[in-house]
């Protein structure tokens, strides 16, 4: 987003406090969106304002303190958007392709890791877009380590191409047993004698503060839509609408599919994969109303082809209910009566077959 406002209204806007007053509008108008948009229950009232303290406090945080591409500092706090897979342990970094970086790390119990260059993003009207992805299947790894170049000028051996206006990196390390296994150990270092991180300037602050303000209510706004959209289909499993993936691009190889679920106490909603053939990966989760993953270090909320149990004709039973129905793959609702459910597919060599779903009892 661009800020057209000449240096002297900027720096009015600081000196009198009126650039903090609209970031704080902002988060009121966020707030009204919230509210707007919550069910008629008090718990997932209070959750939604607690994603927007949650999205607020990460994009300040980025924006401010890890925003510099002079820097290169690698995050790996990551916020609860648009349902966050429970599998993945997400990191990130803003770039420039004014300068040139170095990504060095050890796979652990990573079972396959995606680094993409991105520009754009979430929440603007562009959106993020995808530059350059590549993943472990392409990258020359050694001894279980591996090295990647990023930079606009070709490089020799593993390299993650930026474009013109690449302005950050995201990485997905897939951990199937997060709860036992480690994730990559990753260190990103810039390999140029390019400029040193500027001093903190006040114009470029406020241009920040603002920014911040748009992209939370847009980040609100848009996964919001998908919400709805969910909603209009409950209890069905479809591909995303393709309108929402433009601007939210990911990892290439994976198609997602999502659904909505409200149930009752005594009411279990099972959903049945028949896997292809051919696959990397597959995960089924389930999350709350505002698109986030439950708790799931704490509650079984989610499954993928390692852990599930698998039927001798080679499909997937999955249980969502309130409590155990005594069924192998029961996902936990963690409290919750409604929220959203997301399907992954990554690397399916057919398109998988479109999952059959039924709401029931439980039986006593």
Known sequence: MSDNRSGEEVDGRLASGQAW?????????????????APNDDFDRAEGYRYLARITSHFLRSSLDESDPAKAILSTTSPKIGLDNPDYVYASARLSPKFSYRLTGELNDVAM????AFSGALGTPTGLIRDHYITTNELAMRDGGFELLISRERQSGNWLPMGDATNSLNIRQTVLRRREQKPASLELARTDSGEKPAPLDPASFVQTV??????????????????????DHPFEIREIDEKFA?????????????SYWELADDEVYSVVLEP??????WNLQIGNHWLESFDYLHYDTHVNHETAYVEEDG??????????????????????R??????????????????RTSVDKISA
């Open 113 to 116: 890791l995606g680094i993409g």
């Open 315 to 336: 499909s997937v039973r999955i249980s969502i209910s309130a409590s155990d129905p005594g069924c192998p793959n029961w996902l936990d609702t963690a409290g919750h």
């Open 338 to 355: 409604r929220g959203a459910l997301a399907l992954r597919w990554v690397g399916a060599d057919s398109p998988p077959a479109q999952p």
């Open 21 to 37: 007053h609209d970031f704080c509008d902002t988060l009121k108008s966020a707030g009204d969106q919230i509210l707007s948009a």
């Open 276 to 281: 292809p053939k051919r696959f990397d990966y």
């Open 246 to 258: 433009a601007v939210a691009q990911g990892d290439p190889n994976t198609t997602y599919h999502y």
């Open 210 to 231: 603002d920014r911040v303000g748009l992209m939370v209510g847009g980040v609100i706004s848009q996964f919001l839509a998908w919400t709805a959209s969910f909603q």
